[in-house]
């Protein structure tokens, strides 16, 4: 480790381990990379003309059907689960679709029910049915193995997928991982504003990243949660595991990545962290560092497999 940590340095790079995590600050091309001090290579990425795909749906007995659009192409595939509330169209799905493109890999996104253009009522969705979603779309869309790219709470449901489908899930990408983090956010709160939300049935919870200024979490969403979560133990998932975040972020503490580093037992596990990121996470740098990281764990993928 003190000759990565000697090499990061060099780079403008601060490192120092946590066991079995490594931790980075700044941008850069991999940390994986930096640290088996690859030569410096060219992306191999150009944002495209994005060409109109159209949405397919997922038939489901008894749940409802999911949309998503498929990228054919090499394995692994990339499979991008979105946070709260997000849909298939954001920033970052949309980039690492053009990244997929330039490179002939294989790319799934998609809404979880209730969300988007996929069926379902949100105000009767719950971690467990996104959950549900999620292998839903491993299980019968995916072929063959697959890298998982998780923002917010999609990094939570990425480490459940994981520990579901070992075997079919390769490699992690948690942007701005929010493992556990609305269980932790409430039962933060103090009593008597607790007890006023259980009688409400809903929590009206500030932020700027909502159009309202608030998500409107349901408070039963919160209590199937608590069924959920992974902190509390170690978190049985040994793929490789990339975790990004942004220092500025205001919703979910960076330290909540670390921790997640510290509790899964992976031993290949880098933590990144952008000093002037915040929770999004969707500025240009930020962007260009996700498809570097998503770009290094192919590259590693593919080495190890010849």
């Known amino acids: 480790m003190a000759g990565a940590c000697t090499a990061a340095a060099a780079a ?3 490192c120092l381990s946590l066991g079995r995590a490594a931790v980075s600050f700044g941008f850069r091309h991999g940390v994986s990379a930096l640290f088996a001090q690859k ?3 060219a992306p191999r990425w150009l944002p495209a003309c994005r060409p109109k795909m159209s949405v397919s749906f997922l038939s489901r007995p008894d749940l409802p059907n999911l949309a998503y659009k498929r990228l054919k192409g090499k394995s692994p595939g990339i499979i991008f689960i979105p946070g709260y509330i997000s849909n298939m169209n954001g920033t970052k799905a949309l980039a690492i679709e053009d990244f997929c493109k330039s490179l002939g890999h294989a790319y799934i996104r998609f809404d979880y029910s209730g969300v988007g253009n996929s069926d379902g009522n949100f105000q009767e969705c719950t971690v467990g049915r996104w ?7 491993i299980d019968d869309v995916a072929v063959g193995p697959q890298i998982l790219v998780g923002s917010s709470l999609g990094g939570w449901l990425m480490l459940h997928a994981a520990i579901a489908r070992p075997q079919k899930v390769v490699a992690l990408i948690g942007v701005a991982t929010a493992v556990d983090s609305l269980v932790t956010q409430f039962n933060q709160l103090p009593v008597e504003v607790k007890k006023e939300i259980e009688m409400k049935g809903v929590w009206s919870m500030p932020s700027k990243y909502s159009e309202e200024g608030v998500y409107h979490v349901q408070y039963s969403f919160i209590k199937e949660a608590e069924h959920h979560c992974l902190l509390h133990s170690p978190i049985p998932v040994s793929c490789p595991i990339r975790l990004l975040h942004g220092m500025r972020d ?10 997640v580093a510290d509790r899964v037992v992976s031993t290949d596990v880098d933590v990144i962290l952008r000093k002037h990121s915040d929770h999004r996470m969707k500025e240009k740098e930020d962007i260009q560092l ?10 590693k993928l593919s080495t ?3």
Do not use: A
Not at 250 to 259: E, F, G, K, N
């Open 12 to 14: 403008g790079i601060f």
């Open 131 to 137: 959950r549900k979603d999620v292998l839903s779309i």
């Open 290 to 299: 996700l498809v570097y990281t998503i770009d290094d764990l192919i590259d």
């Open 39 to 41: 030569p410096e290579r």
């Open 304 to 306: 190890e497999v010849n």
């Open 250 to 259: 205001d919703l979910i503490p960076w330290h909540t990545s670390v921790q």
